[in-house]
C-alpha cells in the first residue's frame, strides 16, 4: 500500500532561519511521482514541485529546494532565510502517475515570526 | 484566466438538504478529481474522473454522486447532508500523459452542514 509521512506536525522559526520539512513515502511501483503542495492561510492548494521516481537529481527554486533519496525514501523541502509569506502548511504526496489518486501525507504546519 | 474554479466558495447548510458544488476546470486537462480535507487538514481523494468517465470511487457513502458532463466539468452531489459532511472539498485537474500528471487544485468549497 501507498502512504506517506510527514512527522512534522508543526514547526516554528525565526525570520531568515533555514527550515527543512520531512517526508518519507511508501510504494511498491517502480514507477511513482512526488509532489510538495503549500496551502496558505487562505486556503487554497498551490502546487510546488513534481518529481518522478527516476529522476534523484535535487532541485532549487529560489528559496526552495528539494532533496529526493531513493535509498532513503525521502523527498525533503528545505526553505532558506525563511519569510513570513512562507508560513503555510506544507503537504507531500506520492502518486502512481497513471491519472491515479494524490495520497497525502499529514502536513506540516510552519509558522515563521519575524 | 482562472485555471480551476469551483462554487460555491462557502455553504452553509441544514442537516438533511441536498446541495451541489460546482467545478470547472480551463486548462485543457482531461482528467478530473475530488478530494475531501477535514478538520485536520487531512486530505483524501473522493473521485476521479477521466474523459466524463468514473475511475476511481473511493469509499464513500452514496449519498454523494458526482458527475461530469463534460471534460472541463465535474459536479459534485451530495443528498441528505449529515453533520460529518463539514470539511473543505477541493476539486482537481490534470492531463494524463506520463510526466505531465501535476494536479492544479481550485480554491475550495468549504461545507458547514448545521
Known amino acids: 500500500a501507498q502512504k506517506v509521512t510527514q512527522a512534522q506536525t508543526e514547526i516554528s522559526v525565526v525570520e531568515k532561519e533555514d527550515v527543512t520539512l520531512d517526508c518519507v513515502y511508501e510504494?511498491?511501483?517502480?514507477?511513482?511521482?512526488l509532489f510538495w503542495y503549500k496551502q496558505p492561510p487562505s486556503g487554497e492548494l498551490v502546487f510546488l514541485i513534481r518529481?518522478?521516481?527516476?529522476?534523484?537529481q535535487n532541485e532549487i527554486s529560489g528559496r526552495y529546494s528539494w532533496n529526493f533519496q531513493k535509498s532513503t525514501s525521502s523527498f525533503n523541502f528545505t526553505i532558506t532565510a525563511s519569510q513570513v509569506v512562507d508560513s503555510a502548511v506544507y503537504f507531500c504526496?506520492?502518486?502512481?502517475?497513471?491519472?491515479?489518486?494524490?495520497?497525502f501525507g499529514q502536513g506540516t504546519e510552519l509558522s515563521v515570526k519575524p | 484566466d482562472t485555471a480551476v474554479s469551483q462554487t460555491p466558495k462557502y455553504l452553509v447548510t441544514q442537516m438533511g438538504n441536498d446541495k451541489s458544488i460546482k467545478c470547472e476546470q480551463n486548462?485543457?486537462?482531461?482528467?478530473m478529481y475530488w478530494y475531501k480535507q477535514d478538520s485536520k487538514k487531512f486530505l483524501k481523494i473522493m473521485f476521479s474522473?477521466?474523459?466524463?468517465?468514473?475511475?476511481i470511487n473511493e469509499t464513500v457513502p452514496n449519498r454523494f454522486s458526482p458527475k461530469s458532463p463534460d471534460k472541463a466539468h465535474l459536479n459534485l452531489h451530495i443528498n441528505s447532508l449529515e453533520l460529518g459532511d463539514s470539511a473543505v472539498y477541493f476539486c482537481?485537474?490534470?492531463?494524463?500523459?506520463?510526466?505531465?500528471?501535476?494536479?492544479?487544485f481550485g480554491p475550495g468549497t468549504r461545507l458547514l452542514v448545521l
Open positions: 482537481a485537474s490534470s492531463l494524463l500523459i506520463a510526466d505531465q500528471e501535476t494536479q492544479y
Open positions: 510504494t511498491r511501483d517502480t514507477t511513482y511521482y
Open positions: 518529481r518522478n521516481s527516476f529522476d534523484e
Open positions: 504526496a506520492l502518486s502512481d502517475g497513471q491519472g491515479g489518486k494524490l495520497i
Open positions: 486548462l485543457g486537462h482531461d482528467t
Open positions: 474522473y477521466n474523459n466524463k468517465e468514473l475511475i
